[in-house]
């Protein structure tokens, strides 16, 4: 059973930083391409940050020299940390596992950012 569980969300100020994790089990996570996904109230689900299983990077540019996606292979774990933040930040950040034939989303960690 596939279980990709978020954490490190939560209320911020303008400027300010959060780290989010995503701990992955059920899968072989070194195999698996990695991404964070966000819904804002109103919107479509959008691509924030993905890192490959062989570590390479892409990001929106509205995230671009302020967010940074890591991985670390041994504790099955993806990290978004996330600086300079705006309220137009707010939203559901989801983690994403996926392959060529697959993907698994996890429950999703709100953040907020006040002005």
């Known amino acids: 059973q596939v279980q990709l569980v978020e954490s490190g969300g939560g209320l911020v100020q303008t400027g300010g930083s959060l780290r989010l994790s995503c701990a992955a089990s059920?899968?072989?996570?070194?195999?698996?391409?990695m991404a964070w996904y966000r819904q804002a109230p109103g919107k479509q689900r959008e691509l924030v940050a993905e890192?490959?299983?062989?570590?390479?990077?892409n990001y929106a540019d509205s995230v671009k020299g302020r967010f940074t996606i890591s991985r670390d292979n041994a504790k099955n774990t993806v990290y978004l940390q996330m600086n300079s933040l705006t309220p137009e930040d707010t939203a559901v950040y989801y983690c994403?596992?996926?392959?060529?034939?697959?993907?698994?989303w996890g429950q999703g960690t709100q953040v907020t950012v006040s002005s």
């Open positions: 059920g899968i072989i996570f070194r195999l698996n391409n």
């Open positions: 890192i490959t299983n062989g570590g390479g990077r």
């Open positions: 994403n596992a996926y392959r060529a034939n697959y993907d698994h």
